[in-house]
């Protein structure tokens, strides 16, 4: 069963930064795409970024385009997201899952998620 | 305003069958991408429900089907359960954005 923890959500004031951490466990995490994706208190889900299997390849959404990074460390079965210059609108459950992109871009295992308030 | 268009509810009887529309354009499911299906029961992470239009992942029960014509998919549920009752949120990949899409939502009341 495949496992994916996420960690590293709190309170931060706008203009801050905040790194998220998802641990992976139970498969090979060094085969796997790997996506964020985020849901708003009581909104619906928005893709935030993609990461390629070694890390060559990365997209992100247009919204945190150049205050977001991926990253990952497959030694350490962990993806990262560190988040820059922190907005209101930011505010959401940060979700990390596999990124089927190989099979036609579907996400089939997701984290618990960790919730970022960005307020001040 | 999400790429993907979800009617924002829909609801039915116990043992009834409902249908949710997701509606895109040529840039993802219109370009041939594939579309998928999360269900989310209330306080928990989203779960894969359908994938590639219309596969179901080991466990899902065949009561849930899914299908794609042109730009838009649905998903169809039959058999209404009192557990079915969750949020729905269908998914694509687009081409223009370099990324993938959801719809907005679908809150399933079972009456």
């Known amino acids: 069963q495949v496992q994916l923890v996420e960690s590293g959500g709190g309170l931060v004031k706008p203009g801050g930064s905040l790194r998220l951490s998802c641990a992976a466990s139970?498969?090979?995490?060094?085969?796997?795409?790997m996506s964020w994706i985020r849901q708003a208190p009581g909104k619906g889900l928005e893709w935030v970024s993609y990461i390629s299997r070694s890390g060559g390849a990365i997209y992100y959404a247009d919204s945190v385009k150049g205050r977001f990074t991926v990253s990952r460390d497959n030694a350490k079965n962990s993806l990262y997201l560190l988040m820059n210059s922190l907005r209101a609108e930011d505010t959401a459950v940060y979700y990390c899952?596999?990124?089927?992109?190989?099979?036609?871009?579907?996400?089939?295992?997701w984290g618990q998620g960790t919730l970022v308030t960005v307020s001040s | 305003q999400s790429v993907l268009t979800q009617p924002p509810s829909v609801s039915g009887a116990p043992g009834q069958r409902v249908t949710i529309s997701c509606t895109g354009s040529s840039s993802n499911i219109g370009a041939g991408y594939d579309v998928h299906w999360y269900q989310q029961l209330p306080g928990t992470a989203p779960k894969l429900l359908i994938y590639g239009n219309r596969n179901r992942p080991s466990g899902v029960p065949d009561r849930f089907s899914g299908s794609k014509s042109g730009t838009s998919a649905s998903l169809a549920i039959t058999g209404l359960q009192a557990e079915d009752e969750a949020d729905y949120y269908c998914q694509s990949y687009d081409s223009r954005l370099s990324g993938s899409v959801f719809g907005g939502g679908t809150k399933l009341t079972v009456l």
């Open positions: 139970t498969f090979t995490f060094s085969d796997y795409y």
């Open positions: 899952a596999t990124d089927r992109a190989d099979l036609g871009y579907y996400f089939d295992y």
